[in-house]
Each structure stands twice: as structure tokens, then as C-alpha cells.
């Protein structure tokens, strides 16, 4: 079988930005008569100065890879890894400082919302222009156009100008225009984590079409499950370089182990179920001393432990100190292997004016714990409610690992022919 053709070749991309250094030369002053009698020689020798004194931050540095016709390459990394940055030099938006990106056929991108829509026009008007701009001809669009609104669902305000538009409609008829307007290679920036569940599932319904059409795909996401669906392969950014390069299932691995600093040897079950979050790391803090100070798992039969069967009932046990007495809420999230949060438990969803005292414990108890089994990494949280919003805090993302095996719940069938995300109990009877 003959080889696919190299759609995009990356060689050693880079990309840095300034930063002016600090003080008065920083400051650019309007130009002046002045300024313009400084003779050559000057203006050469302060122009030099400056170039040493200036500061630089490499937002990409000496990332190479080659795309295949028909691959979806994933691109995982946190904020600020330099994802956006490499879509930007390979849509052409923005110039590499170093190396070279060559691609091969009809390019088309959304790197937000929005990306090439004119805000005064009209959402028909902007389909028409989208196509314009990626050289497809008006026949083609005018054959695809009904399918791209009815898939956005916007007909009712197809001849409204965008800039009316909510922030759902704009990125389901952006996402749309994208999609089905034929290109060779589709760059796609976050945009499967916008829109309802109706709209997401769509979503998913049409990168699958896209697979199968043997379209060369890049996708930035978040979302594990996505990557692991629809990508050939993965990527994963690291402080402006690539990290891990692989399979889904691989470079999500490494991406958790790198976010959560979990190592594979770790058995959870052989650690204290008792930790302290004194000097952990923390996502953010605003404060200049911890709130979260430790949190404890509990059993049914009150000891504490991190191994839970599926079914069990478990408690968690969160030690803390209220910074300013207004009304807080704590959080609890558990997250698989791959570092989606598979459930989230929050104290106000049942005590809307939770109140505590200046120091002390709260308890959240689940009388079944319904995850399949595996490991899952345990995220708490504390903040307050200021006019109806949650106002995140402390947030310790790796506060504890908990295992949670089979046992007998799954009978006689086992654990292994289970699928789903949880293990919901459930009534059956023969009806006569």
C-alpha cells in the first residue's frame, strides 16, 4: 500500500514575544523635531542598547512534527502551553520567530468564535464570505448552504447581522460554515466544548463524518473522551515545547501524570487516607495562607481508607480555615485516568446559605459510590457565594487518589463487560 502524502510538516517552530524591559525607556515618546535631528550614529548605538536590554518570552520553541492526508492530530496542554500559538503559524494568522511550516492543500480554521466573520453582515452573508476567503465557488456553498444552517439552527436569524447573535448561535453556524465548506485540512480550536448537549452531539456526529471522509484534522480540546474518539494520534505541549507524542490513551496518561504528579507505581491503597493540603500545590490562591488544610476518606464501616468497591458507600472529610466568614461552598470532584471530571459534589446544591465557623470540618457523604472501577483522582475546593455566582478560592487538584474496585456489584457478569461512565442500580421485572 502506497504511503500518504505529508499534509503539514513542522520543522523547529518558534515563536517569541517581546517584553519591554521595565523604567522610563520602556515609555515611547511622541515623535519630535528633536527626535528626528538625532544623528544616525546615535539613534544606531540607542536602538542596540535597548536590544540588550530587552526581555523575551518563548511562547513556542522547536516544536517538529509531520501530519499525514486523513490523520486527526490532538493537541492537549494547559492554558498558556502554546497551543493556540501553533494553530495561529499554521492558519497563517501570525509569523514563526524560527523554523518553517509548509502545508499542502486547501487550509480552513476556527480558532474561536467567530474567526473570519464580519460582525455587521449577515449570518448569509457570512457563509458567503467564509467560502470566498477558502476559494470555494458559489455553486458549492449555495448547494451546502441549507445543510449548514439547519445544522447551525439559525434559520430564523440567517439574515440578521452576527453581531445580534448570542455567543451559542455564533459558534454553532462558525462551527457549521467550517465543517461542511470542504477543505482539505479543518484547524480546530476548543470548539466541540461550546453549545448545549443537543449541539455537542452533533458536533461529535459530524468530526466522525469527517473522519470517515478522510479529511487532515487538528483539534484542540480539553476533553479526554473527544481525543480518545476521534484522533489518530496526539500531541501534547508542555511550556512551549512538545512533552509526548503518541496514541491518545498514552499522551492523556502522560498529560494527567504530568498535571496531577501521579506516578504509575503509586498504589493508592497503601497510602494514609489522611492527607495533609498545608504547602501543596494549588491552581490559584487568593489568599496568602491555605483555606484547605486536610481532607480523609471513610468507609462504610468508618475506617479510614482510599480502596471503595463500587456500590460502597463512602465519606470524605475536609478540614478547613474560613478566611472572612461570608457564606462558602466546598466542592468535590473526582477524576478518571485520563483527567476528565467524571463527578462533581457541591455543599450548596443542598445548603444554599451554608454557613461554618472560623475553623472546623465538614463531612460529604455518598451513600453509593457508582464509579466503575479504577482510579480517580480527588479535587476539593473552597469559595464563597457572592450574588448567586460560586467564587473559586482554594482549589487543590490533587488532594488524594482513591481506587475503587469491582467487588460484588457487577455479579455475576463482572466489572470487565461493563461499559458506561457510572454504575446506576436499577429495577427489572417480567411483565405479564
Known sequence: MPSRRAAIIADGLGKRYNIAPAGDDAVTAPPSLWHAAID???????????AEEQEFIWALQDVTFTLEEGEILGILGRNGSGKSTLLKILSGVIAPTEGTARVWGRLGSLLEVGTGFHPDLTGRENVFLNGAILGIKRAEILSLFDRIVAFAGVEQFIDTPVKHYSSGMFVRLAFSVAMHLRTDILILDEVLAVGDSDFQARSMEAMRAVMRDGRTVILVSHNAEVMEQVCSKTMLLWGGRIDHQGVPAETI???RRRCFQISDEADPTQLPAR?????????F????????????TISDDGLPTRSFGTG???TIRIGFRNHDGRPPYFS?????RMGAQVMALYSCHRHADFRVSAEGVVECRIDSLRLHPGDYTVLVDYGSIDSGSLISIDCVPNASIIRVHGGDYFLPIGAAAVQGRFAQPSAWSELE
Not at 275 to 283: A, I, K, N, T
Request: cysteine-free.
Open 253 to 255: 496518561a502522560h498529560y
Open 285 to 296: 490562591s487568593h489568599l496568602d495562607n491555605s483555606i484547605l488544610t486536610w481532607m480523609e
Open 312 to 314: 460502597d458507600g463512602i
Open 40 to 50: 544616525p550614529l546615535t539613534r544606531l548605538l540607542r536602538h542596540r542598547r535597548h
Open 275 to 283: 492527607v495533609s493540603l498545608v504547602g501543596v500545590p494549588r491552581h
Open 332 to 336: 468535590v470532584f473526582f477524576l478518571d
